[in-house]
């Protein structure tokens, strides 16, 4: 079974409006952390924004959110007042402490800012 | 220079040539790791060292061979590669905490490789 799943391949929002990219999870480890990645054409991925599975508040970064729902496993991330610069690729991801090293990615979903 | 970088962004080569990938992290981290991003497939784990010990290698093909000389680099040498080699190969490093959940890689920019 997929340990991450994007369901959107592709989106596309107004430029200033904002925009959820869906991401749900799965997993028994019950210490697990998620993150969301950026990756721009030029190939680099880049850090948005984390949650971890006891965090009781939702993870804000600037402009970006996490909508997180523990019991959907469910972990959107909210850009708000999205910018042309937003355009890219974005991914989300999980690490369960129980599997240590190991990284799960989901497929991504490319976001399209329209002026 | 900041956070990870790896030389050459860019690489053509031949299925007979040797060629290697490297990786340099300025962060201060003691993990480092190989992944490869084929177009439409998540992100594949290839190798992740922890303070320079190979931790795990997720059935990689032997054309490919990681060297991890210190915390600091990490190379991917690569010989008699396929044409389904061609992909994005990215490298990451972290900072291992025993039991830490936050624990977030930080990548670097990645080589392209066509291999013809």
């Known amino acids: 079974a997929q340990k991450i799943t994007q369901t959107q391949p592709g989106m596309f929002v107004q430029e200033k409006e904002a925009v959820t990219l869906d991401c749900t999870y799965d997993t028994s480890d019950p210490s697990y952390g998620l993150f969301w990645y950026k990756q721009p054409s030029s190939g680099e991925m880049i850090f948005l924004i984390y949650q971890g599975s006891y965090d009781q508040q939702n993870a804000t970064e600037g402009r970006y959110s996490l909508n997180f729902q523990k019991a959907r496993k469910s972990a959107n991330l909210v850009i708000s007042a999205s910018q042309l610069g937003d355009s890219a690729m974005y991914f989300c991801?999980?690490?369960?402490?129980?599997?240590?090293?190991?990284?799960?990615f989901g497929t991504g979903t490319s976001l399209t800012v329209i002026p | 220079e900041t956070g990870v970088t790896q030389t050459p962004r860019h690489l053509v080569m031949g299925m007979t040539n040797k060629k290697s990938l490297k990786c340099e992290q300025h962060l201060g981290h003691n993990a480092m790791y190989w992944y490869k991003q084929s177009a439409k497939k998540p992100l594949e784990l290839m190798f992740v060292y922890n303070f320079k010990e190979q931790t795990e290698n997720n059935s990689v093909p032997s054309r490919f061979s990681p060297e991890c000389p210190n915390s600091s680099h990490l190379f991917l040498h690569l010989h008699t590669l396929q044409p389904e080699d061609s992909a994005l190969y990215l490298c990451?490093?972290?900072?291992?905490?025993?039991?830490?959940?936050?624990?977030?890689?930080?990548f670097g920019p990645g080589t392209r490789l066509l291999v013809l």
């Open positions: 990451a490093s972290s900072h291992r905490l025993a039991g830490g959940i936050q624990e977030t890689q930080y």
């Open positions: 991801a999980m690490r369960e402490v129980g599997t240590g090293n190991q990284f799960y």
